[in-house]
């Protein structure tokens, strides 16, 4: 990761005694193994303190799920895999402890990631999208795309907008929105489409480095997502998908008990089934 230049994703675990990954899953099932794959990236803290930029004692011990876009990834990968899917699908997750050390990553530290775009680090707490973009930019250049999802539970602000109900839904392609919320409607892990657009995007302009990595309160979820649009490629259908309200539950559910609830596994499952295999 060094030598590719991920220093978005190393700079958030370099404040931990454990080792940032990125691991990648292949299922190769198409009839043609070597056709263009679908990739879903998931965010994979898997324990967020927030850093430097330290989160309130109350309420900490919740982010060991902070894992649950890789979770579901994960998931997925195992679902395509054991039911044989025809269709060829990457999974790649971003893993890292976001850990206050004397090592740590600072606010107000200038990193450059793997797209060579550079970020102002406003504050470590706003993490995710650092891991993710490396992690979108080495999937794209390795096995080039024409979809990517990524599954995040990346800001608290998008439990204020949609509650435990819904997942946010952003994307660049109105068809692959349209396809991932008729998955959502029939798994029971239901999406709610949220806006893009530029003047969103400009709240993430840095005036030392190309971007920063937080903005404004309002709209903080929009403004997130429009940092990870940044680093999609020319081409690329691409939908982040905000599940901050959907990976951990206080009562049971339609697919879950009390607890973990691996949101977005049947979502994606369904998604690729109805329009990657054949």
Same mark, same amino acid.
């Given at each position: +990761?060094?030598? =590719?230049?991920?220093?978005?994703?190393?700079?958030?675990?370099?404040?931990?005694?454990?080792?940032?990954?990125?691991?990648?899953?292949?299922?190769?099932?198409?009839?043609?193994?070597?056709?263009?794959?679908?990739?879903?990236?998931?965010?994979?803290?898997?324990?967020?303190?927030?850093?430097?930029?330290?989160?309130?004692?109350?309420? +900490?011990?919740?982010?060991?799920?902070?894992?649950?876009?890789?979770?579901?990834?994960?998931?997925?990968?195992?679902?395509?895999?054991?039911?044989?899917?025809?269709?060829?699908?990457v999974?790649?997750?971003?893993?890292?402890?976001?850990?206050?050390?004397?090592?740590?990553?600072?606010?107000?530290?200038?990193?450059?990631?793997?797209s060579?775009?550079?970020?102002?680090?406003?504050?470590?707490?706003?993490?995710?999208? =650092?891991?993710?973009?490396?992690?979108m930019?080495?999937?794209?250049?390795?096995?080039?795309?024409?979809?990517?999802?990524?599954?995040?539970?990346?800001?608290?602000? +998008?439990?204020?907008?949609?509650?435990?109900?819904?997942?946010?839904?952003?994307?660049?392609? *109105?068809?692959?929105?349209?396809?991932?919320?008729?998955?959502?409607?029939?798994?029971?892990?239901?999406?709610?489409?949220?806006?893009?657009?530029?003047?969103?995007? #400009? =709240?993430?302009?840095?005036?030392?480095? *190309?971007?920063?990595?937080?903005?404004?309160?309002e709209?903080?979820?929009?403004?997130?997502?429009?940092f990870?649009?940044?680093?999609?490629?020319?081409?690329? #259908?691409?939908?982040?998908?905000?599940?901050?309200?959907?990976?951990?539950?206080? #009562?049971?559910?339609?697919?879950? *008990?009390?607890?973990?609830?691996?949101?977005?596994?049947?979502? =994606?499952?369904?998604?690729?089934?109805?329009?990657?295999?054949?």
């Open positions: +990761m060094q030598k =590719l230049g991920m220093n978005a994703l190393l700079g958030v675990g370099r404040g931990s005694e454990q080792r940032p990954y990125l691991m990648a899953m292949r299922w190769r099932g198409g009839a043609d193994r070597d056709a263009t794959p679908a990739v879903l990236i998931g965010k994979g803290i898997t324990f967020d303190t927030g850093g430097i930029s330290i989160k309130p004692a109350q309420g +900490m011990e919740a982010m060991k799920w902070d894992m649950g876009g890789a979770a579901a990834v994960a998931g997925a990968m195992r679902a395509l895999a054991g039911r044989k899917a025809n269709a060829n699908v999974g790649v997750v971003a893993l890292a402890e976001n850990m206050p050390d004397g090592r740590a990553q600072r606010p107000g530290d200038v990193v450059t990631s793997m060579g775009q550079t970020i102002e680090v406003i504050n470590t707490d706003a993490e995710g999208r =650092l891991v993710l973009c490396d992690a930019t080495w999937a794209q250049r390795r096995y080039q795309p024409q979809v990517m999802v990524d599954l995040a539970t990346l800001t608290g602000a +998008m439990i204020i907008s949609l509650g435990h109900e819904y997942g946010g839904m952003f994307s660049n392609d *109105d068809g692959l929105a349209a396809k991932l919320a008729a998955a959502g409607n029939v798994t029971g892990d239901r999406l709610w489409r949220m806006p893009l657009g530029e003047a969103y995007d #400009k =709240l993430m302009d840095s005036q030392i480095a *190309d971007m920063k990595n937080s903005s404004v309160r709209g903080g979820s929009i403004s997130a997502a429009c990870l649009q940044r680093f999609v490629e020319q081409g690329v #259908k691409w939908a982040h998908l905000d599940i901050a309200g959907m990976v951990w539950a206080e #009562k049971p559910g339609h697919l879950f *008990d009390k607890g973990a609830t691996g949101y977005g596994v049947a979502l =994606l499952d369904r998604y690729i089934a109805e329009n990657h295999e054949r």
